[in-house]
């Protein structure tokens, strides 16, 4: 009899232990089951919201984690008795029947809104349609209602598409370098390429802002490095010289006749004369071209174009002011330059009716361009008369004449 109670003492202990142990086991795999739920859930949807958003992954894991304490005491309440831990949620009328169920339904809506909201500009995700319209986009694999085209993922061309419509400027962008010793073409921290180009058929290149393609023939668009950069600077460095040299010849070209030029052997006088009023000056201007030409010096009277005076320069070489006369290259082309400055007061004779007399002074000077030198500095004063300005004029230069070849045969020219 003792035996047989000790026995079943033995089988109840053992009944119990194995209860024991079915319990702990079913509570630890319930904990697991919704341990699991929890971390699974939030994972499926900061992966969801941040791969279609592009927003941090540790900003929505703490979004989502604080925000859906709610939601899984919600699911914590509903879930209660055994049936429903080894059922797990599911969907049913139930869930409209109490608060908790309804706290759960909003926020599966509240997910689907959101889903939609970051979505929006995720095009990578979309579908695309190339219909008669144009192009259209979908959330889903579906047929355009309106011509039954189906839509398939998206593209790389769909895409850069759709986002040249709502931008117009949307891709790379032309960039002018108007220095290419100085342009920023890397990046200063990391050292990177931070411009992109195109070399065209005629060797030039053309800079942007992004990578892409080129928007005129569509080639890639290749990152600037170092090479490129020092072929840049020496296509700047070659046309800022070639535009300085035809900048120079428009200038030449404005105040000198360009086509007189230095010879070998001869020596060659550039003579202009000016004056602060009104007056011709040929004769005196053929004078000094006579003087000039018995010292064996060929005279250049057109030289000089009337804007050289004009403009004052002929007034500032006059002073002293070389300026004009390096920038312009006038000892390249001739030897010496005879300046002259003409001044004259006309009036009627008091005594002979009708009778004009004109006081002249002349003040000549001869410049070496080459050297920026003077070579001759006179100043001759005479009176012409005669029965109009003109002719009392030209009176005044022929007593001039001998004075004009003293000076002439007295310049220092070597």
């Given at each position: 009899m003792r035996k047989d109670v000790e026995s079943a003492l033995s089988k109840a202990s053992l009944g119990?232990?194995?209860?024991?142990?079915a319990g702990a086991a079913f509570f630890l795999f319930?904990?697991?089951?919704?341990?699991?739920?929890?971390?699974?859930?939030?994972?499926?949807?900061?992966?969801?919201?941040?791969?279609?958003?592009?927003?941090?992954?540790?900003l929505l894991y703490g979004l989502v984690v604080i925000g859906t304490i709610p939601f899984f005491w919600a699911v914590a309440k509903y879930m209660h008795g055994a049936w429903f831990w080894l059922r797990g949620l599911g969907p049913g009328l139930r869930l409209y029947k109490s608060i908790h169920g309804m706290i759960i339904v909003t926020y599966v809506g509240l997910y689907f809104l959101a889903m939609f909201f970051v979505?929006?500009?995720?095009?990578?995700?979309?579908?695309?349609a190339q219909t008669p319209e144009g192009l259209k986009v979908f959330d889903d694999r579906v047929k355009d209602p309106v011509w039954g085209i189906q839509a398939e993922p998206c593209t790389t061309q769909q895409i850069v598409d759709y986002e040249r419509t709502k931008n117009p400027d949307f891709g790379p962008k032309r960039v002018q370098v108007a220095d290419a010793h100085a342009?920023?073409?890397?990046?200063?921290?990391?050292?990177?390429?931070?411009?992109?180009?195109?070399?065209?058929?005629?060797?030039?290149?053309?800079?942007?802002?992004?990578?892409?393609?080129?928007?005129?023939?569509?080639?890639?668009?290749?990152?600037?490095?170092?090479?490129?950069?020092?072929?840049?600077?020496?296509?700047?460095?070659?046309?800022?010289?070639?535009?300085?040299?035809?900048?120079?010849?428009?200038?030449?070209?404005?105040?000198?006749?360009?086509?007189?030029?230095?010879?070998?052997?001869?020596?060659?006088?550039?003579?202009?004369?000016?004056?602060?009023?009104?007056?011709?000056?040929?004769?005196?201007?053929?004078?000094?071209?006579?003087?000039?030409?018995?010292?064996?010096?060929?005279?250049?009277?057109?030289?000089?174009?009337?804007e050289f005076v004009q403009e004052g320069r002929a007034q500032r070489l006059f002073a002293g002011d070389?300026?004009?006369?390096?920038?312009?290259?006038?000892?390249?082309?001739?030897?010496?330059?005879?300046?002259?400055?003409?001044s004259f007061a006309s009036g009627e004779s008091s005594q002979f009716e009708g009778l004009v007399s004109t006081n002249l002074t002349l003040e000549l000077k001869c410049l070496n361009p080459g050297r920026q030198t003077i070579c001759g500095v006179r100043t001759i004063d005479t009176v012409g008369a005669g029965y109009s300005k003109d002719e009392s004029l030209k009176s005044a230069a022929d007593k001039a004449r001998s004075e004009i070849a003293a000076f002439a045969a007295a310049l220092s020219i070597n």
């Open positions: 119990a232990v194995i209860l024991l142990f319930t904990l697991w089951r919704w341990g699991r739920f929890v971390t699974s859930t939030i994972r499926y949807v900061v992966e969801n919201l941040a791969s279609h958003s592009g927003i941090s992954t540790n979505a929006r500009n995720s095009i990578a995700y979309k579908y695309c342009f920023p073409f890397f990046d200063k921290v990391t050292g990177n390429p931070s411009f992109w180009y195109f070399k065209t058929s005629a060797g030039d290149y053309e800079v942007f802002d992004q990578m892409g393609n080129d928007p005129k023939t569509g080639t890639p668009l290749k990152p600037v490095d170092h090479q490129v950069r020092e072929d840049m600077i020496r296509l700047q460095d070659l046309r800022s010289v070639a535009e300085k040299e035809r900048n120079r010849a428009a200038v030449e070209d404005k105040y000198i006749n360009t086509g007189v030029q230095k010879h070998s052997g001869n020596r060659q006088a550039a003579i202009l004369l000016f004056s602060d009023g009104k007056g011709s000056f040929t004769g005196i201007e053929d004078i000094l071209g006579q003087a000039v030409s018995n010292r064996g010096i060929i005279p250049v009277e057109s030289f000089f174009k009337p070389w300026g004009d006369a390096a920038q312009l290259g006038l000892g390249s082309r001739v030897d010496v330059i005879i300046l002259g400055h003409a």
